[in-house]
């Protein structure tokens, strides 16, 4: 899946069982990449296989042009996730993340695979339009929503004062604001895979109730887990989210 295979470009494999029960791909945020996955994949214990998904034009992927459609991005995941086996295959995807996640699952689920559960997180469900132009607007801008978002808004300052790293960090941003922000939910059938919703009780960007709307998105199992944090909770509460994880791939 990984390496010099199949899924070399899109995946990268931070936890590998020799058995795994569970296969779980995990999506990043907008703006990141797979590293962000990697405390979660030390933590979640044994038996478990993690790998995460490497959007193109960042870390190792840099000098590739990136791609600002959500659904293009998930043909490209369906196509290299592995087609199922005596392992459970589950996804996880944190804020942009949940969606790409979403529309892989819709694919996969339609290509005849079986997957044992969706975790989405800090993310509304796709039916919701999301309202904004932040792809169209002034770095100063974009720089500010993070800031809105960040635990630690002074660690996003940077951006303004640094130049050279903002011109490495806000294209990404800029690109995957503008997947988000021109996505368009196509009507289908329901995902027959159990669905965890997961957010951070501080979330400027979701409510209960805005998350509790991906119910309407499965004919499996529903639950909506809370934590305390803002948008990032899962960076600051990696043993809980873990853990939680960890139980329903169980």
């Known amino acids: 899946m990984t390496g010099n295979g199949v899924g070399a470009d899109w995946l990268r494999e931070f936890r590998t069982a020799a058995r795994p029960r569970t296969v779980l791909v ?17 933590q979640i214990g044994d038996g478990y296989t993690v790998l995460a998904v490497q959007y193109p034009g960042r870390q190792d992927r840099l000098g590739e042009p990136m791609i600002a459609d959500i659904e293009e991005m998930a043909e490209q995941v369906a196509r290299v996730l592995p087609a ?55 770095d100063a801008e974009l720089i500010a929503e993070l800031e809105r978002l960040a ?24 690109n995957d604001y503008r997947a988000v922000e021109t996505y368009t939910f196509r009507p289908g059938d329901p995902l027959r895979c159990h669905i965890s919703a997961m957010l951070g009780d501080g979330d400027p960007t979701v409510t209960a109730e805005q998350a509790g709307a991906w119910r309407e998105h499965t004919t499996g199992d529903f639950e909506l887990e809370i934590f305390p944090g803002r948008h990032f909770y899962l960076d600051e509460k990696v043993p809980q989210v873990a853990s939680f994880v960890a139980a329903r791939l169980s």
Not at 32 to 39: I, L, P, Q
Not at 109 to 132: C, D, K, M, N
């Open 151 to 174: 635990d630690d808004p002074a660690a996003v300052s940077v951006l303004r004062s640094e130049p050279s790293i903002a011109e490495l960090v806000l294209p990404a941003v800029r």
């Open 26 to 42: 995990c999506f990043p945020a907008g703006g990141g990449s797979a590293s962000a996955y990697r405390a979660l994949a030390q």
């Open 84 to 138: 199922g086996g005596s392992e459970g295959l589950a996804l996880f995807g944190h804020s942009m993340g949940a969606t790409v996640a979403f529309e892989t699952a819709r694919r996969l689920e339609a290509q005849g695979h079986t997957l044992t559960r969706l975790f989405v997180s800090g993310r509304i469900a796709p039916t919701a339009p999301y309202p904004g132009r932040l792809h169209e607007a002034p």
